[in-house]
C-alpha cells in the first residue's frame, strides 16, 4: 500500500465487478500518457465520448474511492480534439501530485505488459494471473514479473560544503546529486561508495540511508543516501559527469526547480541541516 498524500493508494490484480465508485483512466501511447491541453487528466465521460479502443487495459487499484485504471491505444494513434499525448516528466508542474504518482506505476505496468506476451525463455505466450502481479508462460511455466532497477542517489558532504555534479544532458549550469544503477551481487552501501568513486574521484564515509522514491523513468526506485567526504579530490569521468564541484550551503548553483524529486529533498536537507546550526 502507497501512501498518497495522506490517502491510501491501494493496488489490486482484479477490478471489482461491478465497479463501486468513479474510474480515472490512464491512458497512454508507447510512454506518454494522454492529458487535456491545461495538463491535467481527462474525465472518464471524456474518453468514452471519443471510444478510444484500447489495445490492452489493466487495473491499477483504488485511490480513495476512486477506481484506476490504465490502457494503452495504438503507437499511431491521434490524440482526441483537446487533449494531447505528453511525456510523464513533462507534466511534474501539471499533474496532481498523487495522479502523477499513480501514472508512474501505470507507464510501467502498462509497458511490462506489452512487451511481455511471449515468454524469453521459450517464445511461447503468457498469460496474466490472477493472484499477483505476473505473467506465466502457457509453455514451460516460467512467472514474468515487472521490471525494477534499484538506483542510489546521494550527497557527498564536507561541512558546510556539498559536492554536486553535472550530467551531460542538463541544462545549462544546472548541477544535481550523483546517482547510478545498483550491480548485481552488490550491497546498496557497496553501491553508494562505487559510484560516487567512479563517478567524482573522492571516497565517502557514514553512509545513511535518507528516503525513496519511484522513479518511473523508465523502471527505477531511487534510493537516498547521505555521506560524508573522507579523501580525495574531484576526479570526473567526462562520460556520465562533465563537471563536478564543492558548493558552500550559502553559495548554491542553479538546480532543478520545484521540490518533486528525491535529489532536491536530499539537497533541502542539506541545506536545512547546515543553516540550522547558525
Known amino acids: 500500500m502507497a501512501i498518497i498524500h495522506d490517502v491510501p493508494f491501494i493496488p489490486a490484480i482484479v477490478a471489482p465487478d461491478p465497479i463501486d465508485g468513479p474510474v480515472q483512466w490512464f491512458v497512454f501511447r508507447k510512454r506518454e500518457v494522454l492529458v487535456t491541453t491545461t495538463g491535467s487528466l481527462p474525465a472518464e465521460e471524456d474518453l468514452q465520448r471519443h471510444q478510444l479502443g484500447p489495445e490492452r487495459t489493466l487495473y491499477l487499484g483504488t485511490f480513495g474511492e476512486l477506481h484506476c485504471f490504465a490502457a494503452q491505444v495504438d503507437d499511431t494513434a491521434a490524440p482526441p480534439t483537446g487533449m494531447a499525448y505528453r511525456d510523464l516528466m513533462s507534466l511534474y508542474a501539471n499533474v ?101 568513486r567512479e563517478e567524482v574521484g573522492v571516497e565517502v564515509d557514514e553512509i545513511r540511508y535518507f528516503d525513496s522514491q519511484p522513479w518511473p523513468f523508465p523502471n527505477s526506485l531511487m534510493l537516498g543516501f547521505t555521506t560524508t567526504w573522507k579523501s580525495g579530490d574531484i576526479v570526473i569521468d567526462n562520460e556520465e559527469i562533465v563537471d563536478a564541484k564543492w558548493f558552500h550551503c550559502d553559495d548554491m548553483p542553479v538546480r532543478f526547480p520545484g521540490n518533486v524529486s528525491i535529489s532536491q529533498w536530499l539537497i533541502d536537507d542539506f541545506l536545512e541541516r547546515r543553516r540550522g546550526k547558525r
Not at 109 to 120: F, K, N, S
Not at 165 to 194: D, I
Open 96 to 196: 496532481e501530485p498523487h495522479f502523477h504518482q499513480i501514472a508512474g506505476r501505470a507507464v510501467q505496468l502498462i509497458d511490462w505488459d506489452r512487451t511481455h506476451r511471449l515468454c524469453g525463455a521459450c517464445g511461447e505466450p503468457t498469460v496474466p494471473s490472477t493472484i499477483d502481479r505476473s505473467r506465466a508462460c502457457s509453455g514451460c511455466g516460467l512467472a514474468h514479473f515487472p521490471r525494477l532497477s534499484p538506483a542510489i542517489i546521494v550527497t557527498v558532504e564536507r561541512d558546510d560544503e556539498i559536492l554536486l555534479a553535472r550530467s551531460p544532458h542538463f541544462p545549462p549550469g544546472l548541477y544535481s546529486t550523483v546517482a547510478g544503477f545498483v550491480e548485481p551481487g552488490e550491497s546498496l552501501e557497496e553501491c553508494v561508495a562505487r559510484e560516487v
